[in-house]
């Protein structure tokens, strides 16, 4: 059927995140927070792989850009808002959500368990908080909100205009994670 | 002198803990991380947000309560705040656990009446050190 492979195109298209770390881009008239130096895509490398390491004890690297990405089916977001709003998202194969969880649990968790969910917005949820505590003044300037968990690779995330976004693109034990970092202006 | 695991199952024996958290990966994470800390745990109880967790407490006998912040429905805030109007309440122990770093959330909770807090993630030994100035109180 030919839609099959307009679908995987759609898909790959769907999930292709602009890769942007124009610094300048986040920097507000009015904020009270100043990003270290590095900038965010090495402040977001440094949470996901310290919350990855220390929560589950896994080893982190970079995935290589060859890694196909229409595998990631599980997508994990955390709202930011305040003097700083966007989202962070964190997508990956539930496969790879699930060993996420049985590390977490300390059990073996199925990728359709609900718990796979629920460690997949916790991972972000604390990614999330670790992000914002390594920003000097940040911390009582933005809020996150609860995980919202997507299924599936047919979607498409649209933020408002005017927003940044970068991702980074790790692996743990072979499997992919992809972590996003969309910012208003 | 230290707080081991020992000391502090013997400070108090069997337990009744409240757990509020949206995630139940993290209710369980936190169930045992208290257990691991020694902690000696007859019952667990666990709420999905803070509205859940008045219901818990008004219908149960509860030692000690651990609360994160950020829930849908009824946040932790909300919860700490009601809780000080129950009188099925007086005396128990509230510990938020919070991704939120941010100190006026955190000072908030205390000064509604939650008597201290750990921020996730957090090991064992970190819920130990945290606890055991409560269990000896």
Redesign the interface.
């Given at each position: 059927m030919s839609s099959d492979t307009g679908q995987e195109v759609k898909a790959r298209a769907q999930l292709e995140f602009a890769v942007r770390t124009s610094e300048g881009a986040f920097a507000g008239p009015k904020r009270n927070w100043s990003l270290p130096e590095g900038g965010w895509e090495s402040l977001l490398r440094l949470a996901a792989s310290e919350?990855l390491e220390?929560?589950l004890g896994v080893q982190v690297s970079e995935l290589p850009e060859s890694a196909p990405r229409n595998t990631a089916d599980m997508t994990a977001m955390i709202g930011l808002a305040g003097e700083l709003s966007g989202v962070l998202s964190i997508r990956c194969p539930a496969a790879a959500a699930a060993t996420l969880?049985s590390k977490?649990?300390?059990a073996d968790i199925t990728p359709t368990d609900?718990?796979t969910r629920?460690?997949l917005?916790?991972i972000a949820?604390?990614i999330?908080?670790t992000l914002?505590?390594k920003v000097p003044g940040l911390?009582?300037a933005c809020?996150?909100?609860?995980?919202t968990i997507v299924i599936g690779l047919d979607y498409r995330l649209f933020s408002i205009s005017n927003s940044t976004s970068l991702c980074v693109a790790l692996q743990f034990e072979r499997q992919p994670m992809w972590i996003t970092l969309d910012l208003h202006r | 002198m230290g707080t081991n695991a020992e000391s502090l199952g013997e400070t108090m024996k069997k337990m009744c803990v409240l757990i509020v958290d949206d995630s139940s990966v993290m209710r369980k994470i936190v169930q045992r991380s208290l257990r691991l800390a020694g902690l000696d745990i007859e019952t667990v109880l666990e709420a999905d947000n803070g509205e859940e967790a008045l219901s818990v407490v008004r219908q149960n006998s509860i030692d000690m309560i651990f609360s994160d912040i950020n829930m849908p429905k009824m946040d932790g805030l909300e919860f700490v705040r009601q809780l000080q109007g129950l009188e099925a309440a007086k005396g128990i122990p509230v510990v938020m656990i919070t991704t939120e770093g941010s100190q006026s959330r955190v000072v908030e909770a205390l000064s509604l009446g939650a008597r201290g807090y750990i921020r996730k993630p957090f090991t064992p030994d970190q819920v130990k050190e945290r606890i055991a100035p409560l269990l000896e109180a």
């Amino acid at each position: 059927m030919s839609s099959d492979t307009g679908q995987e195109v759609k898909a790959r298209a769907q999930l292709e995140f602009a890769v942007r770390t124009s610094e300048g881009a986040f920097a507000g008239p009015k904020r009270n927070w100043s990003l270290p130096e590095g900038g965010w895509e090495s402040l977001l490398r440094l949470a996901a792989s310290e919350i990855l390491e220390f929560m589950l004890g896994v080893q982190v690297s970079e995935l290589p850009e060859s890694a196909p990405r229409n595998t990631a089916d599980m997508t994990a977001m955390i709202g930011l808002a305040g003097e700083l709003s966007g989202v962070l998202s964190i997508r990956c194969p539930a496969a790879a959500a699930a060993t996420l969880a049985s590390k977490m649990l300390d059990a073996d968790i199925t990728p359709t368990d609900a718990y796979t969910r629920d460690a997949l917005g916790e991972i972000a949820n604390v990614i999330a908080g670790t992000l914002k505590a390594k920003v000097p003044g940040l911390e009582d300037a933005c809020l996150l909100s609860t995980p919202t968990i997507v299924i599936g690779l047919d979607y498409r995330l649209f933020s408002i205009s005017n927003s940044t976004s970068l991702c980074v693109a790790l692996q743990f034990e072979r499997q992919p994670m992809w972590i996003t970092l969309d910012l208003h202006r | 002198m230290g707080t081991n695991a020992e000391s502090l199952g013997e400070t108090m024996k069997k337990m009744c803990v409240l757990i509020v958290d949206d995630s139940s990966v993290m209710r369980k994470i936190v169930q045992r991380s208290l257990r691991l800390a020694g902690l000696d745990i007859e019952t667990v109880l666990e709420a999905d947000n803070g509205e859940e967790a008045l219901s818990v407490v008004r219908q149960n006998s509860i030692d000690m309560i651990f609360s994160d912040i950020n829930m849908p429905k009824m946040d932790g805030l909300e919860f700490v705040r009601q809780l000080q109007g129950l009188e099925a309440a007086k005396g128990i122990p509230v510990v938020m656990i919070t991704t939120e770093g941010s100190q006026s959330r955190v000072v908030e909770a205390l000064s509604l009446g939650a008597r201290g807090y750990i921020r996730k993630p957090f090991t064992p030994d970190q819920v130990k050190e945290r606890i055991a100035p409560l269990l000896e109180a």
